[in-house]
């Protein structure tokens, strides 16, 4: 796929329109990343030019959802990264499981993949009915796709494979319905989640958790933006609680970092200790 | 053309390969002298043997050799290596940023995306190889570093393990060299600055 040719200046046009028509704020998305999104998606809608994907832009608010949904990165998986969710597993939700009632929070939670996969470890553990998990995203096409539960079938092998490694026990597929090429989630593992749209960007606090999932998704972001929002969970998460990131994002060369120790080498989960 | 390799200096060497690069890499690092540039290696590969991959290359060269973190500033005398699943870019401040994006040319990561990125930035002081593999990954990221001025080189399809990427380069591209394996690094060495 030949990259159109944009230019720096452009990119920083199109981010100020998107500041002042629709209160988006990219501007502290790391640059190269965007930049590479933007030209990808002047070749997916066949616009002729840059130009003419910033007037869509600029006099077709319906196009924004489009445009949102293409920017943002919505490639997930469920058990994405397996010895991760052994960690939770065997490490985190045994300690969960003593709180009377469990608030989670999965940060940029894309078409809900992880979110399934850790209303499964609950249920597993069997503290699902005294939990509650917040996903939030700031694509709301995301959502809509996560609030069906209904991913395609030919997913499932890998999220099977992924399942097992991550030291599940149980038959993968008893946990969906197949129909067609559609694999659709048992509602039980729904009922207990709230899907809504949040900006970290903008958006502040809304609750305290036990538990932050917030993974590949600070990787998008510039410095400054990746500490504002590492403040804001910091802002949102009990003494004690955990912050999970992504396998490459780190906590410790943050303004947080002296507040939390990771939980082992390999994973990527911090505990809160002041 | 030499006239203008004897005045041009060098920041960034990008190394992209796929099947059967693993050997040569090693040749070109073992002779690799510190000097003014970083190496960045963009490899496919199955993820989980990452660690291995910076011991083999680890062992054999004077540079330091680490996975490129993200938000990490690029160093000179220092290889970098692309960490499996996730494609490699080059912020316009010389640091890299990590993006776990849909797969370019079934690939991350992405050779094209990281030459191409690389190119934005540093123009003509970056040089660019592509060595053995099986895909066209890394075909128009070399284009882009040849239209922005940077050196190219190919690895001589006679010598490689897989030639398909190699032979497809050279029908679209002129390198400036098109290098046997033992050649890589004397030519590498030859790039390093000179005191003024």
């Known amino acids: ?274 | 053309m030499e006239e203008n390799n004897m005045t041009a200096h060098y920041d960034l060497v990008l190394i992209g390969g796929s099947a059967g690069s693993i050997q040569i890499i090693l040749k070109a690092l073992q002779p690799l002298l510190p000097g003014n540039f970083a190496v960045v290696i963009v490899l496919h590969r199955k993820p989980s043997s990452d660690s291995t991959l910076i011991d083999i290359f680890g062992g054999k060269t004077a540079l330091r050799v680490k996975e490129a973190d993200e938000k990490e500033r690029i160093q000179p005398a220092t290889v970098y290596i692309a960490p499996a699943d996730y494609h490699l870019l080059i912020e316009k401040d010389g640091s890299f940023s990590l993006d776990d994006s849909e797969k370019v040319n079934f690939s991350r990561p992405s050779i094209d995306i990281t030459f191409e990125s690389a190119a934005e930035v540093y123009g003509s002081a970056a040089v660019a190889i592509l060595l053995s593999g099986a895909s066209i990954d890394g075909i128009e990221g070399l284009q882009k570093i040849k239209t922005r001025g940077g050196l190219c080189i190919v690895q001589d399809p006679d010598t490689a393990e897989v030639d398909f990427l190699p032979r497809q380069a050279l029908l679209s591209i002129r390198p400036d060299h098109i290098a046997r394996p033992d050649e890589i690094g004397r030519i590498l060495n030859g790039l390093n600055r000179k005191p003024a």
């Not at chain 1, 230019?7 to 028509?21: A, T």
């Not at chain 1, 992504?246 to 947080?256: H, P, T």
Request: proline share 2%; with cysteine; hydrophobic share 40%.
């Open chain 1, 1 to 274: 796929m030949q990259q159109q040719n944009i230019r720096d200046e452009e990119v920083e046009l199109l981010l100020n329109d998107l500041i002042e028509i629709y209160g988006y704020d990219f501007t502290g998305y790391s640059g190269a990343s965007i930049k590479r999104r933007i030209s990808r998606l002047v070749l997916l809608d066949k616009f002729p030019s840059f130009a003419e994907l910033r007037y869509r832009l600029i006099s077709d608010k319906n196009y924004l959802a489009r445009f949102i949904e293409e920017i943002t990165v919505n490639v997930t998986e469920m058990f994405r990264d397996p010895s991760f969710y052994r960690t939770l597993r065997e490490d985190v939700l045994p300690v969960l499981a003593t709180h009377p009632f469990i608030r989670i929070w999965h940060a940029g939670c894309s078409t809900g993949e992880e979110v399934i996969s850790m209303a499964i470890l609950l249920q597993e553990a069997n503290i699902l009915h005294k939990s509650r998990l917040y996903a939030t995203d700031i694509n709301p096409l995301a959502l809509q796709k996560a609030r069906t539960g209904i991913y395609p079938l030919s997913l499932m092998k890998q999220f099977s494979e992924n399942y097992i490694q991550s030291g599940g026990k149980k038959t993968f597929s008893d946990y969906y319905t197949a129909k067609y090429s559609l694999a659709k989630f048992d509602d039980s593992l729904k009922e207990n989640i709230t899907l809504s749209t949040h900006n970290l960007v903008s958006d502040w606090s809304f609750n305290e958790f036990q538990l932050i999932v917030c993974r590949n998704v600070l990787i998008y972001f510039n410095k400054e933006l990746q500490d504002k929002a590492l403040n804001l969970f910091d802002h949102s998460l009990e003494r004690f609680g955990y912050l999970a990131l992504g396998s490459k994002e780190q906590v410790k060369f943050s303004s947080i970092g002296h507040k939390y120790i990771q939980l082992n080498n390999k994973e990527r989960i911090w505990k809160k200790i002041t």
